[in-house]
C-alpha cells in the first residue's frame, strides 16, 4: 500500500531563502574544507568558515545562518575530522541561528553583538565538548581555545563586511533598482 505524505513548508519562507540556504550551507562546507590548520593536542583544526557563517546569519537571518553554520560546518567535518560533526553539527549551528536573530539588517551595534555572542557560543561550545563530552581533558581543550578566538576574529573581520554588502545587494535587487 502507499501513503501519500504531504509536506508543509515553513510559513513564510520562500523558495529565494531555501535556496540562498542551500548555497550558503555549500559555501561554509568549501570554506571550512579549503583552510585547515590542524591543533593536534584535540584532533580538531581551524578553519575560515566562520566568515561565511557570519555573512550568512547576519544578512540572511537566524534560519539561514542556522542551517549554513550548523549543516555547511558538520559537512565538512565529515572529510577528515567525523568524530567532531555531531557537536559542530550544534554548535555552529547555534551560533548562525542566535547571530542571525540577533542581527537587524541595520545596526552595526547589533552586528557586533550578534558577532560577539555567536563568538562565545562557539569557543565555549568547543572547550565543553572537547573537555567533557569527547573526554580530552580540560588542558586539551584549553589549547584549542585560543585558535578558536583567532578563527572567530577573521570570521567576525570578513563575515560582517561581507554581510553588509549582501544586505546592499539584496535590497537593490528586491527593490527593483
Known amino acids: 500500500m502507499y ?4 509536506v508543509r513548508p515553513l510559513r513564510g519562507r520562500s523558495v529565494l531563502e531555501a535556496s540562498l ?15 585547515r590548520i590542524p591543533v593536534p593536542a584535540t584532533g580538531g ?25 550548523g549543516l555547511g560546518s558538520a559537512i565538512a567535518d565529515m572529510v577528515g575530522y567525523p568524530v567532531f560533526a555531531p557537536f559542530t553539527l550544534v554548535i555552529k549551528g547555534l551560533e ?14 547589533r552586528d557586533l553583538l550578534a558577532w560577539g555572542l555567536g563568538s562565545v557560543i ?3 561550545g568547543y572547550f ?24 572567530i576574529a577573521f570570521g567576525g573581520l570578513i563575515g560582517i563586511p561581507v554581510a553588509r554588502i549582501i ?9 527593483g533598482e
Not at 501513503?3 to 504531504?6: G, H, M, N
Not at 541561528?97 to 539588517?105: E, F
Not at 565543553?128 to 578563527?151: D, F, H, T, W
Not at 544586505?167 to 527593490?175: A, C, F, G, Q, Y
Open 3 to 6: 501513503q501519500v505524505v504531504t
Open 21 to 35: 540556504a542551500a548555497v550558503f550551507t555549500a559555501l561554509v562546507a568549501a570554506t571550512t574544507i579549503a583552510v
Open 128 to 151: 565543553l565538548s572537547e573537555a567533557y563530552l569527547m573526554r580530552l581533558g580540560v588542558a586539551a581543550a584549553l589549547v584549542e581555545v585560543p585558535g578558536n578566538i583567532a578563527q
Open 122 to 124: 562557539m569557543v565555549a
Open 167 to 175: 544586505r546592499r545587494r539584496i535590497r537593490e535587487v528586491t527593490s
Open 45 to 69: 583544526y581551524i578553519n575560515v568558515g566562520d566568515a561565511v557563517v557570519f555573512a550568512a546569519a547576519l544578512s540572511l537571518g537566524w534560519l539561514v545562518g542556522g542551517a549554513a553554520g
Open 96 to 109: 548562525g541561528l542566535v547571530a542571525g536573530g540577533i542581527a537587524d539588517g541595520v545596526s552595526t551595534r
